[in-house]
């Protein structure tokens, strides 16, 4: 039975249209509410009366060009980036850093941007994805993605080429990986090596072979 009028007596003038959409609803609704804890209600009213944190000074350097911001002191690198600079390049995936599509460049070193805090990169360079290109010279990284199809969607690229070179900067300074046989010798730079070291990139498109071949180009290795 769909739906049906329930009347409240003979005597009674008034009816109440009843359906099964709303005694869903209605009982949906009166569950949560005796299941939540009284502390969690009451918090969430604290919570919309606590004043925000008085805002603080932030100078980056981004893309080479300087950026004074003033912002909440809880504001993520990648919300300063996207939210208050218009830079939306580093895109926000998983917003737990399990994605890297935000992953950016601090001081050369890749970082996923959403696991950090604006204020705690005060006075550094910081180099999205906007900064790798010279005018309409792409960085040698963004022309072998596109030599190579390193992408479909596109959601993930940004943080994929900045991680990318993030990664052949790291190899070039010796820093070992998990599949780095000998770690006194500078890493050669196989495809399982590169799957690993970019392991915490993900394209849902798998593009995987692609964007490796990319890599292994830039780094001058036979694709």
Do not use: W
Not at 124 to 137: F, H, K, P, R, Y
Not at 150 to 171: D, H, N, P, R, V
């Amino acid at each position: 039975m769909d739906e049906h009028e329930f009347n409240a007596g003979p005597n009674t003038p008034g009816k109440v249209e009843v359906t099964r959409r709303t005694v869903i609803e209605t009982g949906t609704t009166a569950l949560l509410l005796t299941t939540l804890p009284r502390a969690a209600l009451a918090a969430d009213a604290l919570d919309d009366n606590e004043p925000s944190p008085p805002v603080v000074d932030v100078e980056l350097q981004v893309n080479s060009r300087p950026h004074s911001l003033a912002l909440d002191p809880r504001t993520t690198l990648l919300d300063a980036l996207r939210e208050h600079l218009a830079l939306t390049g580093s895109k926000k995936g998983c917003d737990h850093g399990q994605c890297g599509a935000c992953t950016v460049l601090i001081e050369g070193r890749r970082i996923n941007s959403c696991l950090t805090l604006a204020v705690m990169h005060d006075g550094q360079s910081v180099t999205t994805i906007e900064g790798l290109a010279l005018g309409d010279n792409l960085n040698p990284m963004q022309a072998a993605f596109v030599e190579h199809d390193g992408f479909q969607c596109g959601y993930c690229t940004s943080g994929q080429i900045c991680s990318a070179i993030g990664m052949l900067a790291e190899c070039r300074h010796g820093m070992p990986s998990y599949v780095t046989e000998d770690l006194t010798q500078d890493a050669e730079l196989t495809d399982a090596e590169i799957r690993e070291r970019m392991s915490g990139n993900i394209c849902r498109c798998a593009a995987y072979p692609n964007i490796v071949a990319a890599i292994k180009q830039t780094a001058g290795l036979p694709t």
